[in-house]
């Protein structure tokens, strides 16, 4: 696929189902997230791999957050977030680990590892798997970093759901380029 159509047509998958991304491809999707613009080099991209087996335990993870925040959360709220981590076979938790008081400003730290994971967004469909990005509370969290390994002042950037897409895509229109884009006149 040429890489500007695959651009002018990522979507996000509305569900996706097995098989995910074989090991193979999760390393060539790796290998190109880390192709992502770094300022300073310094690399602020942290990659964890939830597999097929692991979702109950991250399920659990997502359940317990919510339970944190609010102790009064109905079984059923909770069965739904645990939920969340069967919305593919595999998620990937894309982190930033930020080198706080670096000459190179947080934000670029950010925005570097944002950059990975849009990588991850691309080449998932290049490699014919659909994918979804999300983030919620759970990413906020920091007993849900620490569970994942991360440190508990890493910022997750998103959950990166990958499977093979089932359906449709999202219905939500896409914008025209061109309302936002403005020509600086000097």
Known sequence: MDALDLMLSRESAVKLEAPGPSAEDLDRMFASAVRAPDHGRLRPWHFVVIGTDQRAAFGQVMA??????DPSVSDAELQREQDKAFRAPTIVVVAAKVRKGHKIPE????????????????????????AVWKTGAPAYDPAVKTALGLAADDDIIGFLYIGTQA???????????????????G
């Open 107 to 130: 934000i670029e730290q950010i925005a570097s590892a944002s950059a990975a994971a849009q990588t991850i967004m691309l080449a998932a469909p290049a490699l014919g798997y659909g």
């Open 64 to 69: 317990d957050s919510l339970r944190r925040r």
């Open 167 to 185: 359906g449709g895509s999202s219905p939500i229109p896409r914008p025209d380029a061109k309302d936002f884009v403005t020509t600086w006149a």
